[in-house]
Structures are given as C-alpha cells and as structure tokens.
C-alpha cells in the first residue's frame, strides 16, 4: 500500500498442485521457431529435449511434406515430473493442405520410458501405448489407427476433417479407474488398456496396450521419412495424470470484445466436490499473467454449465487470457490461452460511486493503465489518500480524513496527459 500518486500492485499467489497434475503443456502462442521450445538436457514443463522437420506458423507446430519426403519429430526423453501412471493427453490436429496421398500409419505418436532424441522410432518393449494418424487421398482429411505389435489387426477410425482435439487416456495403475471423457460424463478404464477420442467421438475404447510391463514417463512423434503428401499442425498439447480424481473439463474458452469490454465465456462439467473457483489471468506476452477476477463452480456441478466474465480494463493490443482452475484438494488446473485484441485507444475514467460520502471513491478506467489519480479540491488544494488498484481494473481512493461536503475535482495522470473528473460530496 503506498500514498496517492504511486500504484499498488496486486501480487500472484501461486497454487501448489496435489492431484490431476499437469506434466506437460505447450501451445505455442509465443511463436518464434521450434528451437525456442526445446531445452536439451533440463526442459521445463512446456519443453521438448527435442524437435525437428517443423515450423511455428499460426502459433502451432507444422509439419510440411507437400513433397512426400522427409522426416521429423518432437520428442520428450527427460522424464516427466511426478512420475505419472494414468495419462490424459490431449492435443490438437488439422491437416491444412488440400491435397493429400493416401497413406497409413505415417505419423505416429508414442508414451513410454527410455525413449531418445532422435526421429527414430522408439522399439516396441518401450512403448507404452501408442497410436498412428492415416491420410486419405483427399485434403483436409485423416483418421487415426490403432496399432498392435506387429501391426497385424490394426484397427483404423472414421475419416474426419477440420481441426480436432484427440484425447488418449491410458491407465497403468493396476486398477480400474474414471475419467471425465470429453463432452461429458464419465467413463471406466480397465488397467493396462487406453481411450483413443476424437472431439467428442470415442473411436477406440479399452484398447490394449502395446507393452504393459513398460513406465510412463516420455513420448515422442515421429513422422516417417516416406511420409505422403500433407501439411499438418498440432496445437495445445496438454498431458496431465488421473490420480484416481475425475479431472474438470473446461470447454470452448472464448473472448469476444464488445464496446466497453472483452467477455470470456467457457462451458465446464464435473463431479460434485472437485472444482471449486476458477480464476481469470491476462497477459501481455503470453508469459507472465496475473489474475484479474474469479468465478465460483456452480453448486450443481455435476451438469455442463455456461460461465462469462467481462474484463472492463483491457491494455491495449494483444491481450491473453486463461483460467486457473482450483480444486477443493488445492489441485490447480490451467487452461489453454486464448486471445483479444483490443483496439479503442480513448482514455477514459468513471467515478463510480459519484456523489460519494466522503469516505471511499471507486474510479473505473479504459485505456488508462498504470495512471495516477490526484483528488484537489475547486481551489487546486490537493488531498491526501491511499490508492488501491483491484483485479479488475478499478481504483479506490481512500482519503485520509472524511471529505467535507462539496465538490472536488478527480484528476487521471499518465505522463503529460490528464483527464479530470467532478466528485460531489454529500
């Protein structure tokens, strides 16, 4: 807390994850190249030991064989942290070219231990589990595969178009355990077998898995170097652990920006006694957030609810948001980012709170980030008050003494710039 003319800041608290722990989690919003996303020998939780073939284009990953030739890969080698034994991975694929060969099991993904960093594919007593992706002949289209030892008796999906979100559950706990499946609901999953969805589309369930026996601790991608004609992306990779929990899901996170504001709005379902907030961070560099609101989980959490929430404040330019989603053990969960650009460049303040008691003045502002707020009276004499900046981006003057009735004028500074307010007093 410090006197007029100087800013509070709000501080970011940080949860400690205890169960529905996310191990990795990488979207690519900063963009930049791929070598920006691989740390070789201590990568954090949304590095890669290593990648290679593709391009950062549109904030995801793309693999480009238009030619049919050539091979890539990103792979995780260095543990995952905790060690985990259920897995829900998910992560985003489109094929974006409009020409495609037809081609089976040419990209595949893989979890295991003891995996390395090349575009080798690792050996099957390796392998956990795993699944290939097929191209048709036709753009825009894929299905994935099922792919046993020996691959004898593989089993492919539906074609399906568009960008969609894949979510492979495994489970190497030794018991039967449930997730939340995707859309809603929940599902069982016997040890030592994985759920394979495609959106909302379960396309494998209980599937066994390649070798039981093996840990999960890394995985990898590997297209093969014959790999037929395609361009491809994959976006919002998101692998976390079960822990016996049933796991919230938060769906279809939106912005949309009206006059006065930009609106998140997301779907979540869950168990009863799971989540219990959800917090709201914005960024200006997709790196650094800071919170600036909080919803609490519906009462009847069992069922899919809608929640919005309006960000009056927004900086100007990019703006990135996502939830901090806390659960009643303290697990915290954290969604993907999503973006508003923001364009109005009028500065502008509101007294809320006008006329006021004399006691507390609430400010609100657009396109005003970080002013200095000076109360004077008509005279120019100035008053002294402390100055506390909320998550949501109004300001509370607090005067040192109760203000006598009368007018005042509320003065907004930010470098040679001013704007100027009455507040009436009563």
């Known amino acids: 807390m410090r006197i007029v003319l100087i800013i509070c800041f709000a501080s970011l608290v940080t949860g400690v994850c205890s169960a529905q722990t996310t191990l990795f989690q990488q979207d690519f919003s900063a963009g930049g190249v791929p070598a920006n996303y691989v740390n070789v020998s201590n990568p954090g939780m949304g590095q890669f030991n290593a990648t290679s073939g593709g391009t950062i284009t549109n ?135 994985y759920d394979l969805w495609v959106g909302t589309t379960e396309v494998f369930d209980g599937l066994p898995v390649l070798t039981p026996t093996q840990a999960t601790t890394d995985f990898k991608l590997r297209l093969t170097s014959n790999v037929y004609s395609a361009v491809f992306q994959f976006d919002n990779i998101l692998i976390r652990n079960i822990n016996g929990s049933l796991p919230v899901s938060t769906l279809d996170l939106k912005t949309t920006i009206n006059k006065h504001a930009v609106d998140l709005s997301w779907q979540s379902v869950q168990q009863p006694q799971i989540a219990t907030l959800f917090t709201i961070e914005r960024s200006a560099d997709a790196q650094e957030f800071v919170p600036i609101g909080s919803v609490q989980m519906a009462e009847d959490a069992t069922r899919q609810h809608t929640y919005q929430f309006a960000d009056r404040s927004p900086r100007n330019g990019t703006n990135y948001y996502r939830l901090r989603q806390t659960d009643a053990d303290g697990a915290v969960t954290i969604s993907k980012i999503v973006t508003a650009t923001w364009t109005d460049s009028v500065p502008a303040f509101t007294i809320t709170n006008n006329p006021n008691p004399g006691t507390s003045i609430t400010v609100r502002s657009e396109n005003l980030p970080d002013a200095t707020y000076l109360i004077t009276t008509l005279t120019g004499q100035p008053i002294y008050c402390q100055q506390h900046e909320t998550p949501e981006g109004e300001v509370t003057l607090v005067p040192q003494r109760h203000l006598p009735s009368g007018v005042y004028l509320i003065t907004a500074s930010i470098g040679a710039n001013r704007l100027t307010q009455r507040l009436l007093v009563q």
């Open 59 to 193: 904030n995801t990953l793309q693999f480009d064989r238009s030619s049919g030739t050539g091979s890539g890969h990103f792979s995780r080698s260095t543990d995952l942290s905790p060690s985990a034994n259920s897995m829900y991975i998910q992560m985003d694929f489109e094929v974006v070219s409009s020409t495609a060969a037809a081609g089976n099991n040419v990209v595949d993904f893989y979890v295991g231990s003891g995996f390395d960093n090349t575009v080798q594919n690792p050996t099957n007593a390796d392998v956990y589990a795993r699944f290939g992706f097929n191209f048709t002949n036709t753009g825009y289209e894929f299905s994935v595969r099922h792919v046993p030892a020996g691959g004898a008796g593989a089993i492919d999906s539906p074609v399906f178009t568009g960008k969609k979100t894949l979510t492979f559950v495994l489970n190497n706990t030794g018991r039967t355990i449930t997730y939340l499946q995707p859309g809603g609901g929940t599902q069982p999953l016997a040890n030592d077998t």
